[in-house]
């Protein structure tokens, strides 16, 4: 499913049009991304939870020239489904 077969679902389940549909689902990332880049976790009972996961810096190898490379330290965001939603796919 891409984001415009999303949008058109939360528009027929819902009962909003696409448009306001679209604008409730932008409203939704933009508020999980920014929460995520202040260092908030975002928990959403009986979805999951979105937090922040810090991967250190490590040595890599470059594929086609073999030669260690550095990768920096940086942060990811991670998505942990919650038991309901989990229980559900099975």
């Known amino acids: ?3 415009t077969e999303f949008i058109n679902s939360i528009a ?3 009962g909003l ?3 306001d549909a679209k604008k409730a689902l932008d409203a939704f990332v933009d508020t999980v991304a920014s929460e995520l880049k202040a260092g908030n976790k975002v928990a959403i009972l009986g979805f999951g939870t979105f937090s922040v996961n810090e991967k250190a810096a490590r040595t890599g190898l470059n594929p086609r020239t073999k030669e260690s490379i550095v990768i920096p330290a940086h942060n990811v965001a991670k998505f942990k489904p919650s038991n309901e939603l989990n229980d559900s796919l099975n």
């Open 1 to 3: 499913m891409n984001k």
């Open 12 to 14: 027929e389940k819902s």
């Open 17 to 19: 049009s696409k448009t």
